[in-house]
């Protein structure tokens, strides 16, 4: 699982933890993600924050009301888990982490094969970003304490959901950590 591995943290930002659309789930699962990036960093596992940065007047506000205003602290990834040097940023405008940005290439010059998905919204970018994941040919991990979303209905739901039409593997941070350490 390890090797050629590396680690997603979807949209882990101020507007979606803390701020506009907080929610409990979102801080409940910061602990989790943080102890996955310690031991990714200990292992050299390659770490990508997949951050939603949207212009002004993005159409997708029509939908939602404005957030994570590119250059403003709603966008900014929360200070318990900023990246640190080395990690990859990428900034999307869309649900999926993969349309119109450079993160396919960046992760395929790093030659992974294996993802690691973290964040929120299980069912909006945690979900899309698995599909076009999937759609690429990476294998993808979900660890399902380390994803969230404001209906524990849905988040249940859409977990199985993209083990059954993607074939992600869903596990819990405990197992994927008794697994890397065998």
């Known amino acids: 699982m390890v090797s050629k591995s590396a680690v997603l943290v979807i949209d882990m930002l101020n507007d979606f933890v803390t701020g506009k659309f907080g929610f409990a789930g979102a801080r409940r699962i910061v602990p989790n993600i943080k102890e996955l990036l310690e031991f990714a960093k200990r292992k050299k596992i390659p770490i ?82 698995a599909a076009n994941a999937f759609f690429l040919g990476y294998d993808v991990t979900v660890l399902a304490d380390c994803v969230a979303s404001p209906n524990e209905r849905a988040h249940r739901f859409f977990l199985e959901y993209m083990r059954r039409v993607y074939g992600v593997r869903v596990i819990g941070l405990r197992e994927l950590l008794g697994r890397s350490s065998k």
Do not use: M, Q
């Not at 940065?53 to 966008?75: C, I, N, R």
């Not at 929120?120 to 970018?125: E, G, I, S």
């Open 48 to 129: 990508a924050y997949v951050c939603d940065s949207h212009p002004p007047k993005d159409p997708e506000f029509k939908l939602w009301g404005p957030h994570a205003v590119k250059g403003t602290k709603g966008a900014e990834v929360i200070p318990e888990l900023s990246p640190r040097a080395g990690d990859l940023v990428v900034e999307k405008r869309t649900y999926n982490g993969f349309f119109g940005t450079e993160l396919d290439e960046k992760l395929r010059r790093r030659r992974v094969k294996n993802l690691i998905l973290t964040g929120v919204l299980t069912d909006v970018c945690v979900l899309h970003t």
